[in-house]
């Protein structure tokens, strides 16, 4: 029966200065350790990044990217540069509703999905999808779980009102690495109370997807309540 199984398919959010491909490239490792579970589907975020002319607050972000030539990015907390930090406070943001959009008309047209995987910026945006989810806020979105790897809480105040509602009751996995110098852990771990019965993978390196056969497990576990 199981070989005749339907693989559950899940939409990819890639993280700020990668895009669709360059992500699904980066998850290559992922995508053979759950091929017989899962079809991933990657889209890319509306808004491109500003080539680096300097490398201040932005350098782990590009060497985490692999310097993509089609930089792509879901909200910029630097409206004026353009640019994303995600420990930098600030009041408003720009471009987060287009992607909002853009992740609704990939649901529309190449959906159904059972799950949603963001990583770093795209698994904050994954988390703020949830949150509108649980709050009945956008019909098109019915996820039945989530998988956040390196996700972290948005500290733009616009954006306070996904994380004020009641907890997300979507199962979720939340991924991150003890030596992720772009998004530390304790950020990781700021975002799970927001989350129901929330499960964690944690793993020893940096700001990457891991997919050590170590990992297959915890994966597995996680989607098999779905199959």
């Not at 406070?89 to 949603?116: H, M, N, Q, R, Y």
Request: with cysteine; aromatic share 10%.
């Amino acid at each position: 029966m199981s070989k005749a199984a339907v693989p559950l398919r899940i939409l990819c959010i890639h993280g700020y200065r990668q895009n669709g491909n360059s992500f699904r490239e980066k998850t290559g490792a992922l995508r053979k350790l759950l091929k017989k579970q899962v079809e991933l589907v990657y889209i890319s975020a509306p808004h491109q990044v500003p080539a680096i002319q300097n490398e201040t607050n932005q350098g782990p972000e590009k060497t985490a990217s692999g310097g993509d030539e089609d930089q792509r990015g879901w909200w910029f907390s630097d409206v004026q540069a353009q640019s994303f930090n995600a420990q930098q406070e600030c009041e408003s943001s720009l471009g987060l509703e287009e992607s909002i959009e853009t992740v609704k008309t990939a649901v529309k047209e190449l959906g159904p999905f059972d799950g949603i995987l963001g990583f770093s910026q795209g698994a904050a945006l994954v988390a703020m999808l949830c949150a509108l989810q649980e709050q009945k806020l956008e019909a098109d979105f019915n996820f039945r779980f989530a998988i956040l790897v390196a996700g972290f809480c948005s500290v733009c105040s616009q954006h306070r009102r996904f994380y004020e509602g009641p907890a997300i009751t979507i199962p979720s996995l939340h991924v991150f690495g003890q030596d992720d110098r772009v998004i530390p852990e304790e950020m990781s771990r700021d975002l799970l109370p927001a989350f129901d019965g929330a499960q964690i993978l944690v793993h020893p390196g940096g700001h990457f997807v891991p997919a050590a056969s170590s990992h297959r497990q915890t994966y597995q576990d996680f989607l098999k309540k779905f199959e």
